[in-house]
């Protein structure tokens, strides 16, 4: 018996000592330590022994098993630190290649002009103020001397949600909803998307304004003229020729329309211009006194002006921009002009 649990365990430390893996690390113990293994048939055979053998027989069995767990103990836990050693070797990090380069994205040319003008009113004074997209008939027409069926109402094409609710044709109602919570004086700019039915390489049924607004006592045009004509000289230059056209508006009396030498053929007359030398920018004047009513100011103790401009004619003369459909398809080879 003893020899030939020699033989076994002989066979066993060899198949254990060439097992490649955990997997056949365990297949190997249970081929020999199994509940039908080699070494546990031998164990079932002692008692085919005589009892003087038996002892000696049980002995020799017990001492093998001890010496095949040992043995695959330590070959599991040199097994593992191999493993170890593999997937850290794989998974090592080689810092001399070359870096995978990721696509970056670009800052709109809207979104650019648009801080542009923030920057450039809050430098003078104005603070910010936002208002809802969707608006009460009354504050985007009603509030501003626009009342039901009024002819002005015909200048704005209007995206109607029901007969009380619109999507705003401009930023102005936020010029009510402001002067009806605080009290002069007041310099506000309040920039947002606003709604018209348009549609062309000029227009958008979706565009960008800015609102702006100042009341307080003893406002005059003169005061208009000096905020308008800083903003038209930071934005396009110390050069630029500006004037004041007279114009009308229902919120404001008087108005005004304020132009700018062309920015493309430097007045001499182009197609931009339509050969005049002189493009639009934006409208203004003085804000009505049915406004102030309409939100209990006293018309005879406070004066204001009102404008508004059009963000994406701003970017479309920035930057000879022609088709303004260009802003709203995201092709980035288009947006990648602006970084």
Same mark, same amino acid.
């Given at each position: +018996?003893?020899?030939?649990?020699? !033989?076994?365990?002989?066979?066993?430390?060899?198949?254990?000592?060439?097992?490649?893996?955990?997997?056949?690390?365990?297949?190997?113990?249970?081929?020999?330590?199994?509940?039908?293994?080699?070494?546990?048939?031998?164990?079932?055979?002692?008692?085919?022994?005589?009892?003087?053998?038996?002892?000696?027989?049980?002995?020799?069995?017990?001492?093998?098993?001890?010496?095949?767990?040992?043995?695959?103990?330590?070959?599991?836990?040199?097994?593992?630190?191999?493993?170890?050693?593999?997937?850290?070797?794989?998974? !090592?990090?080689?810092?001399?290649?070359?870096?995978?380069?990721?696509?970056?994205?670009?800052?709109?040319?809207?979104?650019?002009?648009?801080?542009?003008?923030?920057?450039?009113?809050?430098?003078?004074?104005?603070?910010?103020?936002?208002?809802?997209?969707?608006? !009460?008939?009354?504050?985007?027409?009603?509030?501003?001397?626009?009342?039901?069926?009024?002819?002005?109402?015909?200048?704005?094409?209007?995206?109607?949600?029901?007969?009380?609710?619109?999507?705003?044709?401009?930023?102005?109602?936020?010029?009510?909803?402001?002067?009806?919570?605080?009290?002069?004086?007041?310099?506000?700019?309040?920039?947002?998307?606003?709604?018209?039915?348009?549609?062309?390489?000029?227009?958008?049924? +979706?565009?960008?304004?800015?609102?702006?607004? +100042?009341?307080?006592?003893?406002?005059?045009?003169?005061?208009?003229?000096?905020?308008?004509?800083?903003?038209?000289?930071?934005?396009?230059?110390?050069?630029?020729?500006?004037?004041?056209?007279?114009?009308?508006?229902?919120?404001?009396?008087?108005?005004?329309?304020?132009?700018?030498?062309?920015?493309?053929?430097?007045?001499?007359?182009?197609?931009?211009?339509?050969?005049?030398?002189?493009?639009?920018?934006?409208?203004?004047? +003085?804000?009505?006194?049915?406004?102030?009513?309409?939100?209990?100011?006293?018309?005879? !103790?406070?004066?204001?002006?009102?404008?508004?401009?059009?963000?994406?004619?701003?970017?479309?003369?920035?930057?000879?921009?022609?088709?303004?459909?260009?802003?709203?398809?995201?092709?980035?080879?288009?947006?990648?002009?602006?970084?």
């Amino acid at each position: +018996m003893k020899a030939k649990v020699g !033989k076994l365990l002989e066979e066993a430390q060899k198949e254990i000592a060439s097992a490649g893996s955990l997997k056949e690390l365990d297949e190997v113990k249970v081929r020999f330590l199994g509940k039908k293994g080699r070494l546990t048939a031998l164990l079932k055979s002692l008692g085919e022994l005589s009892p003087d053998d038996r002892p000696a027989a049980g002995q020799a069995v017990n001492n093998a098993r001890k010496s095949m767990a040992m043995s695959l103990e330590e070959r599991a836990g040199s097994i593992s630190a191999e493993e170890r050693a593999r997937d850290s070797e794989e998974q !090592k990090a080689d810092i001399t290649m070359p870096g995978v380069s990721r696509r970056r994205g670009y800052r709109h040319p809207i979104s650019l002009v648009m801080e542009e003008t923030l920057d450039i009113f809050q430098g003078l004074g104005f603070s910010i103020r936002q208002g809802p997209e969707i608006e !009460k008939d009354y504050y985007n027409f009603e509030a501003l001397n626009i009342p039901k069926n009024h002819p002005a109402r015909d200048m704005q094409d209007t995206f109607y949600i029901d007969t009380d609710t619109v999507l705003r044709t401009h930023t102005s109602p936020v010029q009510v909803r402001t002067m009806e919570s605080e009290s002069p004086p007041m310099r506000i700019v309040s920039p947002g998307k606003v709604y018209r039915v348009d549609f062309d390489v000029t227009h958008s049924p +979706m565009f960008h304004q800015v609102e702006g607004f +100042m009341v307080d006592e003893g406002v005059s045009f003169s005061d208009l003229k000096g905020v308008l004509t800083q903003f038209m000289l930071q934005f396009f230059g110390e050069s630029t020729p500006v004037r004041f056209r007279p114009s009308f508006f229902p919120f404001t009396e008087p108005s005004a329309e304020v132009d700018i030498g062309c920015v493309i053929c430097g007045g001499a007359g182009c197609r931009v211009c339509s050969g005049t030398g002189w493009i639009e920018i934006l409208g203004a004047g +003085m804000i009505h006194p049915e406004v102030f009513r309409s939100v209990d100011y006293d018309s005879e !103790k406070y004066s204001g002006f009102a404008f508004g401009l059009g963000i994406e004619r701003l970017t479309m003369l920035r930057y000879e921009i022609d088709d303004i459909r260009l802003f709203f398809e995201n092709d980035t080879r288009f947006l990648s002009q602006f970084g």
